[in-house]
Every structure is written in C-alpha cells, then in structure tokens.
Nanobody
C-alpha cells in the first residue's frame, strides 16, 4: 500500500512558476512509475507527465512539453513537478499517481494503482 500526499499548489500569475511535490509512503517507492494528472472543472482527468520507475524515461503531454519537468528523488520518496511559464489553461486540480507494474500506458489513468488527494493550481491572466 502506498499513500501519496501532494503539496505546492496555489495561485500564480500567468508566466509564473510553481513546484508541486508528492510525498509517498512505503519502502518500494523506487519501483513505482510516477505520474501527474490534472482535472479542470467540467473536464476529464488528463495526463500531464510521468517518470518511469527506473528514471530512464520521462513523458509529457504536448500541452506542457518544454514548460514542465518531472523529477523523482528516491532518497526522499518524493516526485516533483516543476511548472514554468504557467498559463491560465493550466488551472486545475493536480493529482499524483503511482503505478506498480509499468506497462507503457503511462498516459492512462487506468494504469495507476494509487492516487493522492490533489492540489489546486490556479493561474490568473
């Protein structure tokens, strides 16, 4: 069992930056593929970024590529999402997720076994 707790959300102006953190419990954090998803009001939850369990690959949605960076610190059992050049359309609740058995479908919510409670990110224009 893994528990995930996100933090770092808030209100920021367009063009600004935020860094989200997701702290995980459990001793096998390094074995999990970690993902970030977001959900805006009235919309489905969508993939943002993921990092493979062995840190070999990172993946990004086209909408955030070049602006967001995902990083995993196994020593701290924490995954981060650095968000730069934020836009109003980035406004959403951001969720951290953990996948026990990497299958390559990092973009699908169905691939992930554990979810955090979410943290609100609001970008004003």
């Amino acid at each position: 069992q893994v528990q995930l707790v996100e933090s770092g959300g808030g209100l920021v102006q367009a063009g600004g930056s935020l860094r989200l953190s997701c702290a995980a419990s459990g001793r096998t954090f390094s074995a999990y593929t970690m993902g970030w998803f977001r959900q805006a009001p009235g919309k489905e939850r969508e993939f943002v970024a993921a990092i493979r369990w062995d840190d070999v690959n990172t993946y990004y949605a086209d909408s955030v590529k070049g602006r967001f960076t995902i990083h995993k610190d196994n020593a701290k059992n924490t995954v981060y999402l650095q968000m730069n050049s934020l836009k109003p359309e980035d406004t959403a609740v951001y969720y951290c997720a953990a996948d026990r058995d990497y299958t390559g479908n990092y973009y699908s919510t169905r691939s992930y076994d554990y979810w955090g409670q979410g943290t609100q990110v609001t970008v004003s224009s």
